[in-house]
């Protein structure tokens, strides 16, 4: 079965404590891309910020988190299985 296109809200609250100063998250999923506010003069950053992306084939799209210099990927598909 194949699934359609739809929508995933994003809550991005904190990042762990790190060494690197004025810390900023960058999130995409193809060609969306959103940044969130940069956190000055911490290293515990709290954003609390939501955003939404378009996903046009959750079995093959994947989410694209950079916190600093570290790059995570979550596959979208692992998550919406459940939706079946």
């Not at 359609?4 to 991005?12: D, K, T």
């Not at 799209?61 to 979550?74: A, E, N, P, T």
Request: charged share 20%; glycine share 6%; proline share 6%.
């Amino acid at each position: 079965m194949q699934l359609s296109g739809g929508y995933v809200f994003i809550l991005l609250q904190n990042a762990r404590p790190s060494k690197n100063p004025d810390p900023y998250t960058q999130l995409s999923l193809g060609k969306q891309q959103e940044v969130t506010r940069v956190q000055m003069r911490t290293c515990d950053p709290v954003w609390e910020q939501g955003f939404t992306f378009l996903v046009n084939n959750p079995e093959s799209d994947s989410l694209f988190i950079k916190v600093g210099v570290v790059f995570y990927v979550i596959s979208l598909d692992r998550y919406v299985k459940h939706l079946y």
